[in-house]
């Protein structure tokens, strides 16, 4: 009989999170957690990136590039097509948050002109050697950034440039969260051992509406089932 595997798909971060990976851990080994994690949403660095460590369980990145925003470009007077770009629901890219965290983007900049590479593949190879069990998946329709994308892995990253990197990402502010925003509200409050409250920030920039009745929610997205 083959052990069940479970990869499962996670949204937040903090006690509650952590008190849910237990659970699942009780029912069977986790293969791999995903989470949204990026050079701009840094919360599983706290406690959720190094409980997978501890725990040989991979730890899959989505949004690793921010939605498109540490490519650099995306400026404040971007339009995302309005019938199905989730982005127009994501409060990190409103205008005044876009505008508050161009100095992370210009930094992205610096650091890839010094090393012959693009601000995404910066972003990336930044998360690749930081963390052993870390894949991220970034999504893309477009040929030449998934080839962009790819090419991040052979973007070597010295010590010493990883740690410049990681001083000057610290030393700046970043402004609002990926979390849905409006889109929350199109959510179908379901039951689900696993969801937590908070898809919103408190922070000036965000201008999405605060509802303490949305619920964001983790699902299991993929598995195996016994085979017998």
């Avoid at 925003?69 to 404040?76: A, E």
């Avoid at 919103?200 to 085979?227: C, E, M, Q």
Wanted: glycine fraction near 6%.
């Amino acid at each position: 009989m083959v052990p069940l595997a479970l990869c499962l798909m996670l949204a937040g971060c903090g006690e509650r999170l952590r008190k849910g990976l237990l659970r699942a851990q009780q029912v069977t080994p986790l293969a791999a957690i995903q989470n949204i994690y990026s050079m701009v949403e840094r919360d599983s660095e706290a406690e959720i990136i190094p409980y997978c460590m501890e725990n040989n369980i991979g730890f899959v990145p989505f949004s690793p590039i921010a939605s498109g925003f540490l490519s650099g470009k995306i400026t404040p007077q971007t339009q995302f097509e309005r019938n199905d770009d989730v982005r127009n629901w994501v409060p990190q890219l409103s205008r005044r948050n876009i505008e508050g965290n161009q100095p992370i983007v210009e930094m992205l900049k610096d650091f890839a002109a010094k090393k012959n590479a693009t601000p995404a593949q910066i972003s990336l190879a930044w998360m690749l050697h930081k963390y052993p069990n870390v894949v991220p998946i970034p999504g893309s329709k477009n040929k030449e950034r998934i080839i962009e994308n790819l090419d991040s892995a052979n973007v070597v990253l010295t010590e010493e440039v990883f740690r410049s990197l990681e001083d000057a990402l610290n030393s700046l502010k970043v402004y609002g969260h990926r979390g849905l925003g409006g889109f929350c509200h199109r959510i179908a409050r379901i039951p689900h051992p696993l969801r937590h409250r908070d898809c919103h920030t408190t922070s000036p920039y965000n201008t999405a509406p605060r509802d303490p009745n949305t619920w964001s929610f983790g699902v299991l997205f993929s598995y195996n089932k016994y085979i017998r």
